[in-house]
């Protein structure tokens, strides 16, 4: 539970009871732990700020003053820690207050938190802290104080808008965990029968009015027509179960008898409703334990009640360490411990009811969602290869095995459910099921007539491939580098599995043109690395398949003549053979046969 919303005890409002207000800073009601006071202000009171245009954040209101029916308190710190307070009002009216720091009322310099906020947003609570109903958005909220022991400080709640049905005032924060009995110290009220009480109905509040060598006991009480006798009440305590001002006259052997006043506040006990057991898909990922809130509510308004959520009934009868509303599931079964507080007094509770919350884990489905068959497959298992025993399996296709063997390409799609009583957690997965065809070299491409030359293999199957040279590492690029000249292999191998082809390749290299002048310079038209094939026979044709010219591998080149005669500038083919390991004279592929004579 954020420390914010550890409110240890509730200063309560009682309309009728006017005693407990104090229009002016001089006259401040002293308040401390489980001190009520009272729900309004009254008239305009005294100018505090001497007619100054502000104090901090207030402003004047339309008195022309900062003051405009306002109440004044005072309280002293007992303690080390966090403190901040909630001031709770009709969400109708307009409410502004200001938090001094300071010994007397003649020296309050600026407030130390201050709000001046309009309620636009028709909030119930400002002051300092946290917003009690978990509200982060709420303007009127200024930052935790951090206090010392001794501080004192002076506080003023101003009603700008004249409509003043009452307020109440809950102090909160870290200090009252830390010390819940001395927080604020109640040394400042001077009383026989003590601070003021706020209580619940459903306890017994005893006053004690003990007086060493007392004659006698008279009780009162006031509950707005002024004070009565109770009769037969003569005991130096009383037991009392009503909100009211009570007061007690002692009579002592010389005068003056003693005569005291307190104030009693009842507020309603809660309860709470039982609540039933919750069972979730844990792919929900969390649960809003605030959808519990009105099973535990029940009649009662949500308005003025606070339920909280926690692990254990230590933490719900003490009101520490409240769960999330958005509640990570887990898996399996943990009980939750409600507890219904009055936002009025949050002593007021009741921890009597709990739930279980079971969170049942939805099926992670991780299997190949992208699966490759091949042309001839016979069967290609998908799915889920480990399944579990207490899930079933349902396939679109029909069939109820975790895994199916499938032949055709398609889309199969495989829902898994975990069952728990009458809850259905599922999940689906489709595999997407493609043909991998095997790869076709259908062009060598050679960047030759070079020591060390480029090869680029072309497949146009689509697929996933990968390519070598030769007995060399495969790679994922089709361009094969500094390849030599001579006769190679190349492989494209389908990393699906289905299959590789293997293409004899002859990497030479030629000039694209070449000059036969006479000037010595690209005079012949030669093949550069036919040596490196066996027995090698180029033959040269012209574009209507004349055969020209037969050259070896021991000829110098093609001077550009047929028969000694110079044949025209044209474009020229050719062809290369070889012997194979087989003896058999083979046609070499994939070479660029096309050449340029220019004269």
Excluded at 56 to 65: F, R, S
Excluded at 323 to 344: D, F, M
């Amino acid at each position: 539970m954020p420390l914010g919303f550890l409110i240890l005890f509730f200063i309560f409002a009682l309309n009728v009871l006017n005693a407990q207000v104090a229009e002016d800073c001089l006259n401040a009601i002293p308040i401390c732990s489980n001190t009520p006071v009272n729900g309004g202000t009254q008239g305009y009171g005294l100018d505090d700020f001497d007619n100054a245009p502000n104090s901090g954040c207030l402003e004047p209101t339309m008195t022309g003053y900062i003051e405009s029916n306002s109440a004044w308190y005072r309280f002293r710190t007992g303690a080390t820690g966090q403190l901040g307070f909630n001031i709770g009002f009709d969400t109708s009216e307009d409410w502004d207050f200001a938090l001094y720091k300071a010994s007397d009322c003649n020296s309050l310099g600026d407030p130390i938190r201050c709000n001046f906020f309009d309620n636009s947003d028709e909030d119930a609570y400002m002051g300092v802290g946290e917003d009690p109903t978990g509200n982060t958005d709420n303007v009127q909220y200024e930052d935790w104080l951090q206090v010392e022991p001794g501080e004192d400080y002076y506080l003023l709640i101003n009603n700008f808008s004249n409509n003043n049905s009452g307020f109440s005032i809950q102090f909160s924060g870290q200090i009252f965990e830390t010390n819940p009995n001395d927080a604020l110290d109640c040394s400042i009220i001077d009383n026989l029968l003590g601070a003021p009480i706020a209580a619940c109905d459903n306890e017994t509040i005893i006053l004690d009015a003990t007086t060493t060598n007392a004659l006698g006991y008279t009780w009162y009480a006031d509950t707005g027509a002024g004070y009565q006798v109770i009769a037969g009440e003569t005991a130096p305590t009383l037991t009392v179960n009503t909100s009211a001002m009570y007061r007690v006259q002692v009579s002592m052997p010389a005068p003056p008898n003693i005569i005291s006043e307190v104030q009693v506040a009842f507020s309603i006990a809660p309860f709470s409703d039982p609540l039933t057991d919750e069972t979730l898909c844990m792919e929900n990922g969390t649960f809003d334990l605030k959808q519990k809130d009105p099973e535990a509510l029940g009649p009662q308004d949500p308005a003025t009640h606070v339920v909280s959520y926690h692990s254990s009934q230590a933490d719900a009868d003490a009101g520490l360490n409240s769960l999330p509303r958005n509640y990570t599931l887990t898996a399996g079964t943990e009980t939750i411990y409600v507890r219904v507080s009055s936002l009025e007094n949050p002593r007021c509770y009741d921890a009597s009811e709990q739930f279980t919350l079971e969170g049942v884990a939805t099926p992670d489905l991780t299997f190949e969602d992208q699966v490759f068959i091949c042309q001839d497959t016979t069967g290609e298992l998908i799915g889920e290869p480990f399944p579990n025993a207490q899930y079933s399996y349902l396939w679109d296709s029909g069939e109820t095995t975790p895994m199916i063997s499938v032949t055709q390409p398609g889309e199969y799609t495989l829902t898994v459910t975990n069952t728990a009583g009458t809850l259905a957690c599922a999940a689906n997965r489709t595999v997407t099921v493609s043909v991998s065809e095997p790869p076709v070299i259908s062009q060598v491409l050679i960047d030759d007539l070079q020591t060390a030359n480029t090869v680029e293999i072309v497949n146009e199957v689509p697929g996933n491939f990968e390519y070598r040279l030769d007995e060399g590492p495969y790679q994922a690029s089709p361009v094969l580098r500094e390849v030599s000249p001579g006769m190679h292999t190349v492989t494209i191998n389908d990393l699906n599995g289905c299959g590789t082809v293997t293409e004899n390749i002859i990497v030479v290299g030629f000039s694209t043109f070449f000059t036969p002048n006479g000037d010595g310079a690209n005079d012949y038209w030669q093949i550069v690395g036919i040596e490196t094939l066996r027995e090698p026979v180029v033959q040269i044709f012209d574009r209507y398949g004349k055969l020209l010219f037969v050259m070896e591998e021991d000829y110098l080149g093609w001077d550009g003549t047929y028969n000694g005669i110079p044949v025209p500038s044209s474009d020229y083919w050719f062809k290369v053979s070889f012997l194979d390991e087989n003896e058999q004279r083979v046609e070499a592929r994939y070479i660029n046969n096309h050449f340029s004579l220019r004269r």
